[in-house]
């Protein structure tokens, strides 16, 4: 494991214990603003990332079930198990590829679609609930 991917999981540990020092320290000592923070593997089940602004974060085959307080943008997800994450309030861009959002919690502050015309959200081999499905559609979001 090289030193940035060592470091990126006191990144995760520090989200998950809820300690804003700790994720501090370690994330911009390696991963400055705008740079993607890369988590492989990482179980956030339930895990509120409120403490944090999760925009730039790239989860690749990470369990975000039941997470929530999503805040910043853009969001990827590849190859997760997400279900019943929950996104309400949250405004994002979100890039999804085969990962698994049944049961995700939304509302009408939710908004996954476009920001300026050129910026939209896309779920591509994901699984979504219809409802989801149908509201997102709604603001640009894509499904393929």
Known sequence: MDKKSFDTRKIADAIRRGDFKLYQRVRYSIIQEGEDVIFRDEDFFG?????????FFVFKNCN?????????????FINCDAKEIDLRGVCTDVKAENSDFRGMKFDSNTVLGSFEDSVFSEFRGCQVDGGAKHFFEKQGVRFL
């Open 47 to 55: 895990v509120d990332f409120g403490i944090v602004i999760s925009g």
């Open 64 to 76: 975000l079930g039941q997470a929530r307080s999503f805040r910043g943008s853009p969001l990827t």
